[in-house]
């Protein structure tokens, strides 16, 4: 990685300028992610908690997640891991287990790969495992899809985040797309993968508790899971986001404008404090893709009763079709309301 020496100097700046972010919160989770950090050495991630010891509490059960790709766990690395650091749960990026769909992804590592990492990972002892997975791929049919799924569960990996393939500006596979070079998504296909999906977690014992996201009892991301509840977090790290609980601020995202500014002691961030609007319709959007749900109570006490009066009168419509249910004091989505997630939160928010 370029710039790395730099990269890390300036990371650990940040978090001693950050140190009173939080208001002397204790750190419940940590979780490296975004990019590749699994190519920190040992050494390099235990500069990382010796400057987070030193500025934070860290509570005694905490969650710490290193984000990895298959091809960085070698048996050596995973075991250092295991040894010398506090880290006690993988995510890792598998994406699918079939050569096709890898290939067609331009990932850098093949079927093989994605198997053995995760056999090394529990042989050495992390229990604590969650895979992601892409479907809706071009490559990816229904009977792979759940060649797929059902590797996840002869492997017992406690949790799995699914995600639909897209497309994204400026990748390789845009070019490859605009050009005709390859097939396009299919929106249908994907709907019908995601509904396989839900069906084959369910009977599986898995808890389907944010609409990407699926675990066994008990292994609920807690990182993720204080995101959608709204609790506050600082990040770290060029285009890192953070929030405490009434603005939201992002770091730049230009490498080397990043070191540049932290070189100087000054926090590369934009900050934007968040209207009650704003953080109405962030509650409404997070809280519905939940098992926990949105509550009404909640909106009145956070937002104010303008805004309980606007939920009520809109929410009726989804009841009505089917895309939401109730117990009668909070709201969720049904199996076909999370399919259409994004338009219903869309329809609710505050204008």
Not at 3 to 19: F, P, S, V
Not at 34 to 59: C, M, R, W, Y
């Amino acid at each position: 990685m370029r710039l790395k020496d730099e990269m890390i100097t300036a990371i650990l700046t940040e978090i001693e300028l950050q140190k009173d972010y939080l208001q002397g919160a204790t750190l419940e989770t940590i979780y490296f992610g975004g990019g590749t950090p699994s190519v920190l050495t040992i050494k390099e991630l235990d500069t990382f908690f010796q400057k987070i010891n030193s500025h934070f509490t860290i509570a005694e059960n905490p969650e710490i997640t290193l984000e990895t790709n298959p091809d960085d766990l070698s048996t050596d690395y995973l075991s250092d891991l295991k040894k010398y650091t506090p880290i006690n749960r993988l995510s890792i990026g598998i994406q699918s287990f079939s050569e096709d769909d890898l290939l067609w992804m331009n990932r850098a590592h093949n079927a093989i790969e994605a198997k053995m990492c995760i056999e090394y990972a529990q042989d050495i002892g992390f229990e604590n495992l969650t895979v992601d997975l892409i479907y809706g791929a071009p490559t990816t049919n229904d009977e792979q899809w759940l060649k797929n799924l059902q590797t996840v569960f002869d492997y017992d990996i406690p949790h799995i985040s699914c995600y639909a393939l897209t497309v994204e500006e400026g990748t390789a596979l845009h070019n490859f797309v605009a050009k005709k070079k390859t097939p396009s998504v299919n929106e249908e296909h994907q709907a019908r993968q995601f509904e396989i999906l839900m069906g084959q977690m369910r009977r599986n014992g898995y808890v389907h508790y944010e609409i990407s996201n699926f675990a066994q009892p008990d292994h609920f991301a807690r990182h993720n899971s204080n995101y959608w509840l709204g609790v506050p977090y600082l990040g770290v790290g060029p285009s890192a986001h953070s929030f405490d609980g009434t603005s939201r601020q992002w770091n730049v995202s230009h490498n080397a404008n990043y070191i540049k500014q932290l070189k100087n002691s000054e926090l590369p961030f934009t900050k934007e404090e968040l209207t009650p609007e704003q953080r109405y319709n962030e509650y409404v959007m997070t809280t519905l893709r939940t098992i926990w749900g949105c509550d009404p109570s909640v909106i009145g006490k956070r937002f104010g009763q303008k805004f309980i009066k606007y939920f009520n009168q809109k929410i009726v419509q989804f009841v009505q079709n089917n895309t939401v249910t109730t117990d009668g004091k909070r709201y969720f989505l049904t199996d076909k309301g999370r399919l259409l997630a994004d338009r219903i939160a869309m329809e609710l928010f505050f204008e």
